[in-house]
């Protein structure tokens, strides 16, 4: 590979001027330095390969060859015990007539949808409240406030709300009784649960969508503001025809984001509602950590993984193509 | 509202209205706001006063949102009847091995990506910045077999090994070194330094920035991941905080939620700390990765 790139360089040396034909020892001392330049660009590229390896072997080993390991495991019957046995397409023949596979795949878009929906409408919301306040102080106590519940673990968070919503005596039901309204079942009715879910990750990512609003519109270029306002464009109107259209790229990764982190909903259903009542919480990749880590069938949990990964590649090219019709990319 | 702006002869006469109904509105979303706010922070203030409530009266009802009588013997309890210290010192451990761990390969590798010229480099990037989006699920069972295969089952390495380098880290230290000029590093070269004193004395100090980004999005990251210690662990001695308040939240039972809320609110001031320090590290990152 070497040899190319030295006879490049030699037909036009970077010294020789043009028009005087090269000397002997002029020769003689670009061979020097070509050799000198070859030899310092081989160090230098030893030194980035000794950079980038610590990263690239932890990626590789940890997340690409998991990857591909996946799809391999989804072709065998493998309790981790006795000796792998392949299956070829079986696994996936199994899920598709599988009840608890369908289910629970619904059961997670259903709430994804839900979650997303409600996150980036009232993140925005917010934002746009917030941005309106001229005290900077104000801003960052609001900000400051709609971020911490994402300073907590979503874990001990739901083990709090499990109490808050408690049908018999939590806090909700009690003001809800308080203003004679009708107690709800939150965490032993299909709905509830689902509702309980729902506005507990709701209420936990509402920072995250609400700051990503914040810095977008702050980036807003003032002076189209400034003229349509001078114009005489309504709020609303600024909102809708200028606004959102200058955002919609922010609302894309918001929504983006949080469907890919939603369809892999776990720990609020593992710790408020084990995916009951029945299966109505039932998520995904609860399925996928009982068939694995509880039912020792490694493979038909790769399967149900790979199918889910499947799933969540096409909601992510789906959005994208869809959305290039109404996102402005300035 | 355009048109009838547009018809108004005398300007003058609706401006007092308009003024009007423009403070109504501020009022009415400061409303909206406090409120919303209200809201949000309202069941963390609950877990706050409860964990500050004697066990037997923690679901008396009205709920006490104002501890005016705190009894601080849940904070007790949960280091004499749980090894709440051990979670503790498990979590540190764990958290502080892999935010070490990413800034170092994350600085490297970002630094060379950025500014050093070999062979490969974008295919490489490429390669890590494919698994960015990567869920965690598709990659847990193969990862827990390696993890297996290594003898590391049940140790808090199998939870920091998998994750001291990543995308997301060599990508944000890419960026930002790819914004630095590159004649510094040049010009002491020429001087007779190192490829790596160029980078450890020269570039490596400049990028404080990100590196505080990086730092506190993987703090929060993984001080609290709960998915990844439930697989991975099981002795409690190992466990972390997530893990152990919720392995505490079923033994204990309902009988002594204050203490488990106890533990909650430990669990969670670590975090407010540093958010406190770093707020804008947080806010940074979190608009860094949608730039992406």
Known sequence: MAQPVRNRRASAPPGARPGRPPQPPADEATALRRRAQSRRARREALFGYAMVASALVVVVVFTVAPIIASFVLALFKWDAISSPQFVGLDNFDTLLSDKAVTHSLLVTSGL????????????????????????????????????????????????????????????????????????????????????????????????????????????LPGDVLEAAQIDGASSARMFWRIKLPLISPTVLFASTVGLINTMQLFDQPYVMTKGGPGDSTYTTVLLVYQTAFQNLQFGYASAISVVLFAVLLVITALQFTASRKWVFYS | MTAILDQQPAPASRAPHRRRRIRIG?????????????????????????????????????????????????????????????????????????????????????????????????????????????????????????????????????????????????????????????????????????????????????????????????????????????????????????????????????????????GVIIALIPSVLIFLAAQRYFVEGIVAGSFR
Do not use: C
């Not at chain 2, 990659?139 to 990543?166: E, N, Q």
């Open chain 1, 112 to 219: 994804a949808v839900m979650i997303v929906v409600l996150q980036v409408a009232l993140g925005l919301g917010l934002a746009l409240l917030v941005a309106q306040r001229a005290s900077k102080i104000v801003q960052n106590l609001f900000r400051a406030a709609f971020f911490l519940p994402m300073l907590a673990s979503a874990a001990s968070i739901s083990i709090v709300m499990a109490y808050v919503f408690n049908d018999q005596f939590g806090v909700i039901n009690y003001y809800l009784n308080l203003l004679h309204l009708p107690q709800v079942s939150w965490l032993s009715s299909t709905g509830g649960a689902t509702a309980t879910i729902v506005l507990v990750a709701v209420w936990q990512q509402l920072g995250f969508t609400f700051i990503l609003f914040v810095a977008a519109l702050a980036s």
């Open chain 2, 26 to 262: 501020r009022l009415l979303s400061l409303a909206v706001l406090m409120v919303a706010a209200v809201l949000v922070v309202a069941p963390i203030v609950w877990a706050l006063a409860t964990s500050l409530r004697t066990p037997a009266t923690s679901f008396d009802q009205p709920p006490q949102w104002i501890p005016t009588h705190p009894i601080w013997s849940n904070y007790q309890a949960v280091f004499d009847r749980v090894p709440l210290a051990g979670f503790f010192l498990n979590s540190v451990f764990v958290t502080g091995l892999i935010v070490v761990g990413q800034l170092i390969t994350s600085t490297m590798s970002g630094y060379a990506f950025a500014m050093v010229r070999f062979r490969g480099n974008k295919a490489l990037f490429g390669i890590i910045l494919a698994t960015m989006m990567v869920p965690i699920q598709t990659t847990i069972i193969p990862v827990f077999l390696i993890i297996k295969y290594l003898g590391l089952t049940d140790s808090r390495m199998a939870l920091v090994l998998p994750v001291v380098g990543g995308a997301f880290g060599t990508f944000l230290m890419r960026q930002y070194f790819l914004q630095m000029p590159r004649e510094l590093g040049e010009a002491a070269r020429v001087d007779g330094a190192s490829h790596f004193q160029v980078f450890a004395r020269i570039y490596a100090p400049m990028a404080r920035a990100p590196m505080a980004t990086l730092a506190v999005l993987s703090f929060s990251a993984y001080w609290n991941e709960f998915f990844r210690p439930l697989i991975f662990l099981q002795s409690t001695d190992n466990f972390t905080l997530p893990l152990g308040l919720v392995t505490l939240q079923g033994t204990m039972g309902t009988g002594s939620i204050s203490i488990v809320l106890a």
